[in-house]
């Protein structure tokens, strides 16, 4: 899977951290160790990098001894993950690599299980609780598909694409987020909880090795925290053009619409449809941009802002609060002096 750097809502964050807090954790430390600034959750609009993401997931899943954010009744202890990644490693392809997971899961979770339906028009993630549990939260659900997810696309080497999705859940504030997440084809309120999978990944040999594995874990979840969201949208397809080029050669709409061989009022018609213009994918590109780079911190704000098209650093300041509600210092945390593993 190529890499696909992006950001994160804060709205994210919050759910987190609410998970955490319900378990008695403290919200500043966990905040700490994943260099988000606190201030970042006083604006609706504000993101962080994956890798930030990634780091608090990491954090929390610690601080509980619960991957799963103490949103079950039996905790997923500390090591699960990597337990689930090497049984389902010597999968022979990606539906036995997917049973394994699930699998997996169903050992380790008590209150949320899913079952797998098959067909030829689709495979089926459909989620069942156990008798006399109330319904989940949408972070429940989202963050048992992240985890399952994640690793069958990592383990036959490509995302798969995501059909549609059901929950029973009511829409959380993050809807758009989750739409982004899964697919545009996403309802809530719905009589069942499930999620349709493309079933062209159920013969695909799985080509991740012990070494290959290594290097996931130490990257994972950051490294695939935003590599569910649908590879087969006209906007991805529109964020992947421009990522292959620099800003200065980012083309106009209609040569774009033209190298993509459709006319441009098609491109625009369908791009609305996902809830996109033009202008608000680079404008989501160059915030991504920015965070990925103030995050890294071997570069001035000035460097960034001319990187992304800015001639005045004042201009990137007034772009950026508009983007995220914050400040580009509010995103020059200094790292931890250590942080365990």
């Not at 989202?142 to 029973?168: D, K």
Request: with cysteine.
């Amino acid at each position: 899977m190529n890499k696909e750097k992006g950001t994160i809502a804060v709205s994210l964050v919050e759910e987190a951290l609410r998970c955490a807090a319900r378990r008695g954790a403290d919200s500043l430390p966990l905040l700490d160790a994943a260099g988000i600034a606190p201030k970042l959750l006083t604006s609706p609009t504000a993101r962080v990098s994956s890798a930030q993401y990634g780091a608090l997931w990491n954090a929390i899943g610690r601080t509980l001894d619960d991957e799963f954010f103490g949103q079950d009744s039996h905790p997923m202890k500390s090591g699960s993950f990597i337990a689930m990644c090497q049984s389902a490693l010597s999968a022979r392809n990606g539906a036995q690599a997917l049973a394994r997971a699930v699998g997996f899961m169903r050992l380790v979770l008590d209150d949320l299980s899913v079952e797998i339906d098959s067909t030829s028009e689709r495979v089926r993630l459909r989620y069942r609780l156990r008798a006399g549990v109330p319904d989940k939260e949408m972070f429940a659900y989202a963050t048992y598909f992240i985890v399952v997810y994640g690793v069958v696309c990592w383990l036959v080497g490509r995302r798969i694409p995501v059909l549609s999705a059901r929950f029973r859940c009511v829409e959380p504030a993050a809807g758009h987020e989750y739409r982004l997440m899964f697919c545009e084809n996403l309802a809530f309120a719905q009589p069942e909880s499930y999620v349709d999978l493309a079933p062209v990944f159920v013969d695909l040999p799985v080509v991740q090795t012990a070494e290959s594995l290594k290097v996931f874990l130490r990257e994972a979840p950051a490294s695939f925290i935003v590599k569910y969201r649908n590879p087969d949208s006209l906007g991805a397809h529109v964020r992947r053009a421009l990522r292959a080029r620099p800003f200065g050669q980012w083309p106009a709409a209609d040569a774009l619409a033209a190298e993509m061989r459709v006319a441009e009022a098609t491109m625009r018609r369908h791009l609305k449809r996902e809830g996109y213009t033009y202008q608000s994918i680079k404008d989501a590109l160059r915030r991504d941009m920015a965070i990925t780079a103030l995050q890294a911190g071997s570069a001035t704000i000035a460097e960034i802002a001319e990187s992304i098209g800015f001639a005045e650093p004042s201009a990137f300041h007034r772009a950026f609060r508009k983007w995220t509600g914050a400040r580009p210092s509010d995103y020059r945390r200094e790292k931890p002096s250590s942080r365990t593993s």
